[in-house]
């Protein structure tokens, strides 16, 4: 963030700014809801994403 405040002068406008903010908030609940994760359900939840990502662009498997 100080980087983002040190550029602000000229390149960065309020608006922006502000959007970068709410990013970084949305990003730090997100991060805490993940640490607070189990160790079992962090594994799963990685499980669950590699899966995703190998599978994205084909059908949705058949159950």
Known sequence: ???VRAAQGT???E???ELIRQA???RKAKQQIL???S???RAR???LAIRG???EGRDEPKN
């Open 24 to 26: 970084m908030k949305i």
């Open 1 to 3: 963030m100080a980087q």
């Open 39 to 41: 160790d079992d359900q």
């Open 11 to 13: 390149v960065v406008t």
């Open 53 to 55: 990502l190998l599978n």
């Open 15 to 17: 608006d922006r700014a």
């Open 45 to 47: 939840l990685a499980a």
């Open 35 to 37: 640490a607070d994760l």
